[in-house]
């Protein structure tokens, strides 16, 4: 079965560059996506396809995906970016189920 | 605009059911997948599965398999997920989410608690 594995925390200061990965075998060959999850809301996206920015996600969210790790990154990090950040991909076995990493906590 | 709008908070006793609606508005609901998900108190997001409104066709997490069903109704516009020998490992926000690009919009979220 196919893993998605994420770090638990990541810690930044205000204004400082944040990078989450979310590692698979081969994950570069798949389309990941980013939520950003905070205490009490609905989860919303953040990335699609790898590195595609929503409509009226800023421009300091950015994604990329190569190789083995999938990265999200957030520029000039500000304190309402504090979140929880899932990465999911989709995995077809023989038919197709959605992965979620296990999320890590962004701490600024 | 889009918006997806669930059902209230739900309470329940191990081995009961429960029923969540997620009711769309503001595109064709026939032609997205519904999915869902649920989020146990400090844990990740989990998926539980997909609906297709447009035939009907689902996929569900294995795990789930057996107790989990989805439906949808186009004359309301309106998703449903049952779930059924409820335990308490099943207390959880269950969300529903359309499926465009990843999922770009969700609903509020249920509260589900298994309790005896």
């Known amino acids: 079965s196919y893993v998605v594995s994420q770090p638990p925390a990541v810690s930044v200061a205000p204004g400082e560059t944040a990078r989450i990965t979310c590692g698979g075998d081969n994950i570069g060959q798949k389309s990941v996506y980013w939520y950003q999850k905070k205490s009490g809301q609905a989860p919303v996206s953040v990335i699609h396809i790898d590195s595609r920015r929503p409509s009226g996600i800023p421009e300091r969210f950015s994604g990329s995906n190569s190789g083995n790790t999938a990265t999200l990154t957030i520029t000039r990090v500000e304190a309402g970016d504090e979140a929880d950040y899932f990465c999911q991909v989709w995995f077809s076995p023989d038919h197709p189920i959605v992965l979620f990493g296990g999320g890590t906590k962004l701490t600024v | ?116």
Request: aromatic share 12%.
């Open chain 2, 1 to 116: 605009q889009v918006h997806l709008v669930q059902s209230g908070a739900e309470v329940k006793k191990p081995g009961a059911s429960v029923k969540v609606s997620c009711k769309a508005s503001g595109y064709a609901f026939v032609d997205f997948a519904i999915s869902w998900v649920r989020q146990a108190p400090g844990l990740g997001l989990e998926w539980m599965g997909w609906i297709s409104p447009y035939n009907e066709n689902t996929n569900s997490a294995q795990n789930l398999q057996g107790r989990l069903t989805m439906t949808t109704d186009t004359s309301t516009n309106t998703a449903y997920m049952e779930l059924r020998d409820l335990t308490s490992d099943d207390t959880a926000i269950y969300y529903c989410a359309r499926d465009l690009l990843g999922y770009d919009f969700w609903g509020q979220g249920t509260l589900v608690t298994v309790s005896s």
